[in-house]
């Protein structure tokens, strides 16, 4: 086996009422570099990544090892070194990204083969909804659809003409927590209005009017109004965005990071600005990752 590096990117689930459908790649990254070893050896390599555990115990391992059951394979001995500038449990994505490494590397030192769809698949039905996986799998931004006979069906664009700011803060926030503050159901009434604003934002994407994208964005209905009481300075954030020029603020993912949709060449202004008021908050200016995972193989001269 060569040696190789499989990187993903992190993700921004839902961009308001899209909520377990939207997503979109941002530029920071998961970054893992595979060895052949006698022994199976996992390393962390960043501040970021969580205390180590036995290899076994290792989420990414678990998952390559049920991929790897899943076609009757067992995982040859590797060493793995994980490096990251994802965050962990701030809405970014980080539990789509490692999934998708488990994934990936099951395919590679196994010689899966996976298809695209079956690596959705997979993660897809891990995470238990397809935004982030798709968006960190394919990179770009993603429309998905997990219908009820357990199928995914996706379109995927490459960009979108706006700049992306984040607001990270210092404090984690579990996507199962985040969970259990939704309601069960919503009404026939509340669900109409909330599709309805949902599929503006999608045609509002699609034909450029970002405008009104995010304006739409910012009157969701699925998620935000129940989750927004986790986030402190969730209205001041959003308000602020906005006075200085953003088209629109969510909670990125499950939260507590919030992202604003920006006017091209916008971007790094509003954020210098808002990072002098959120001092708590890391505050970034990033962009849409085009390329999705990668796999590169590693020639040692
Ligand atoms: N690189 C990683 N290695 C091991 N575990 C990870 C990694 N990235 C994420 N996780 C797991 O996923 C959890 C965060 O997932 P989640 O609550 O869905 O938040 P998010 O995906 O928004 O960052 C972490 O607490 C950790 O258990
Ligand atoms: N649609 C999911 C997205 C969770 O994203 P994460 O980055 O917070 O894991 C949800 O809103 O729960």
Redesign the pocket.
């Known amino acids: 086996m060569n040696d190789f590096s499989i990187s993903i990117p992190a993700?921004?689930?839902?961009l308001g009422p899209g909520?377990?459908s939207l997503g979109l790649a941002l530029n920071l990254y998961l970054t893992l570099h595979v060895t052949a070893a006698d022994k199976w050896d996992i390393e962390h390599k960043s501040p970021l990544l969580p205390a180590k555990t036995p290899c076994e115990d290792h989420f990414i391992y678990q998952i390559a090892k049920q991929t790897a059951e899943r076609h009757h394979k067992q995982l040859p001995p590797c060493k793995v070194v994980v490096t990251t500038d994802i965050p962990l449990a701030r809405?970014?994505?980080?539990?789509?990204s490692a999934v998708i490494a488990g994934i990936e590397l099951a395919n590679q030192v196994c010689g899966l083969s996976l298809s695209q769809e079956e690596k959705i698949q997979y993660g897809t039905d891990i995470e238990g909804?397809p935004?982030?996986i798709a968006a960190a799998l394919l990179g770009g931004v993603v429309i998905t659809a997990l219908t009820a006979d357990n199928q995914i069906n996706w379109i995927h664009l490459d960009d979108l003409n706006v700049d992306v700011i984040v607001y990270i803060p210092d404090f984690e926030l579990k996507?199962e927590q985040?969970?259990e503050v939704l309601p069960e159901n919503l009404s026939r009434e509340q669900s109409t209005a909330a599709s309805a604003i949902s599929n503006l934002v999608v045609a509002a994407l699609l034909s450029g009017d970002y405008k009104l994208a995010g304006k739409m964005m910012e009157k969701d209905l699925f998620?935000e109004p129940y989750r927004a009481e986790l986030i402190p300075g969730y209205h001041d954030i959003k308000l602020e965005a906005k006075n200085n020029g953003a088209y629109g603020t969510v909670i990125?993912?499950?939260?507590p990071t919030m992202i604003s949709f920006a006017p091209k060449g916008e971007g790094s202004g509003i954020a210098n600005h808002m990072q002098r008021i959120l001092t708590d908050y890391q505050v970034s200016a990033l962009t849409i990752d085009q390329e999705g995972s990668q796999v590169r193989q590693v020639h040692i001269k």
């Open positions: 993700s921004s689930a839902n909520f377990d809405g970014l994505g980080s539990s789509a909804h935004d982030n996507t985040a969970r998620h990125s993912g499950a939260g």
